[in-house]
């Protein structure tokens, strides 16, 4: 009952709000239970919080010099390279008679022309005891686009030998790209094939094989007679 006269109570103050931990904020530190004594011997810790910068600095180490690395090493294994006809090659024997020469003369002619950046050309006749013909030029020096280069070399060719449509070949090497089709030179039906990397070029005529085995083929020739430089 409020007394006439008599001033009235103030109101209650409302009840005090906790604090609001800003967003991200490490909470409280939890205090032991009461009572509770540390044994003999204890000696409190203090927990540091896990850093996530070494993470990020590998992550980010890796992007800068593990990209860059993987994508530039076909171009450091494969040039600069040498080229070096042998006399044979599996089964397959270079020809040296005056008509083989003057062949290979006029395709390595042919080579610089098209390869104007070329540092070296090469051209060859090769032939198996049963009668294959397998024709190969090429050239080295540093190529920027192995994949579209081996698909401009046969649109070169693609008229000489009534080419159709090319198929991709899969070298199982990164970095180097070979394509092949079938055609026709001098009335005989032959396989044209062409493989390159970052280091060299190097095509094929071959009569009386299938593309699959010309492809192979052409792998194992210029396994000999492309050498990348040793450094």
Partial sequence: MVRRGAAP??????PAR???QRRGAAPPPVAPPKGW???TGYVPVAVRRRR???CLLLIALACCCGCPAWFGKPMWEQYPA????PEQVADLRLRDDNSSTVASKQLETQVRQAHLLAEDVFAGVYVTPDGKR???FGGTGFRLSPESDAAAELARLKPQYEL???????TGIRGRYAQCAVGRSEGTDVVVCTSVDYGSLATAVF????LQDSATLLETLREEIVRPQQR
């Fill in 37 to 39: 004594q540390a044994p």
């Fill in 52 to 54: 996530r910068w070494p």
């Fill in 82 to 85: 040498n080229a070096v006809l």
């Fill in 9 to 14: 109570d103030p109101p209650a103050a409302p």
């Fill in 18 to 20: 906790p604090p609001k």
């Fill in 134 to 136: 397998v024709t190969v």
């Fill in 164 to 170: 159709q449509d090319p198929q991709v070949v899969d």
């Fill in 207 to 210: 009569t009386r094989l299938s």
